[in-house]
């Protein structure tokens, strides 16, 4: 099975602050996901990753930037944090091309205040 | 016309009933199409590939109708554990990422 994990379920800030959401897996895939949801907006992509190193950005990338040093791990940065960044946050992985579904962590629920 | 469309619901259905959701998808040119499960509060979990055949999975069919872009869930003899919100999953967007819909929220009742 595959297994995402992200660093924390909850997570509370303020505002200002450098904020670090790390993922996790361990299937080897190559491509990574940041997502965030937020109630009648769905699932909108944030940054992703097909490689080590690499990073492109998804719908809605203002306000964030990305790091991926290692394959299995794809971290998400809130430069200044603020309370419009308030939602939940979840990281996915798949491998090969884009065709392959997405497997996701458990999400981190990031209140900033 | 949005990239993938659902009608949110709530279907609110007794248990043992059929119930079906269908998704449409403004790209023509998509290849890849799939149905997630998400439970309050949870992550999205993968609940089957839909393929142009049509495939099925136990109580669960997916069917894809190219032609008329959409896409379809059937639910036969739902459970109470099927309350959820089912996504419809696209590949789209500007570069070939996946397309996730807002979800049709699902409440079986006993």
């Known amino acids: 099975d595959v297994k995402v994990t992200q660093s924390s379920r909850y997570l509370v800030k303020r505002t200002g602050e450098k904020v670090f959401l790390e993922c996790v897996q361990d299937?080897?895939?190559?491509?990574m996901f940041w997502y965030r949801q937020d109630p009648g907006l769905g699932l909108r992509l944030i940054y992703f990753?097909?490689?080590?190193?690499?990073?492109e950005k998804g719908d809605i990338p203002e306000g964030y930037s990305v790091s991926r040093e290692k394959k299995e791990r794809f971290s998400l940065i809130l430069e200044s944090a603020s309370t419009n960044q308030t939602s939940m946050y979840l990281c996915?992985?798949?491998?090969?091309?884009?065709?392959?579904?997405?497997?996701f962590g458990d999400g981190t629920r990031l209140s900033i205040l | 016309r949005k990239e993938v469309e659902q009608d949110p619901g709530p279907f609110n259905v007794p248990e043992g009933a059929t119930v079906a959701f269908n998704c449409t998808y403004s790209?023509?040119?998509?290849?890849?199409f799939f149905w997630y499960r998400q439970d309050c509060r949870k992550e999205p979990k993968l609940l089957m590939s839909?393929?142009?055949s049509g495939n099925e999975d136990g109580r669960f069919t997916a069917q894809l109708n190219r032609a008329s872009q959409y896409i379809s869930l059937l639910i036969r003899d739902s459970k109470l554990s099927d309350s959820a919100t089912y996504l419809c999953?696209?590949?789209?967007?500007?570069?070939?990422?996946?397309?996730f819909g807002k979800g049709t929220k699902l409440s079986v009742k006993p």
């Open positions: 299937m080897d895939h190559e491509n």
């Open positions: 999953v696209v590949r789209g967007g500007s570069q070939g990422n996946l397309i």
């Open positions: 839909v393929y142009s």
């Open positions: 996915a992985s798949s491998y090969g091309t884009f065709n392959q579904p997405q497997h």
């Open positions: 790209n023509s040119a998509s290849q890849s």
């Open positions: 990753s097909y490689d080590v190193k690499m990073k």
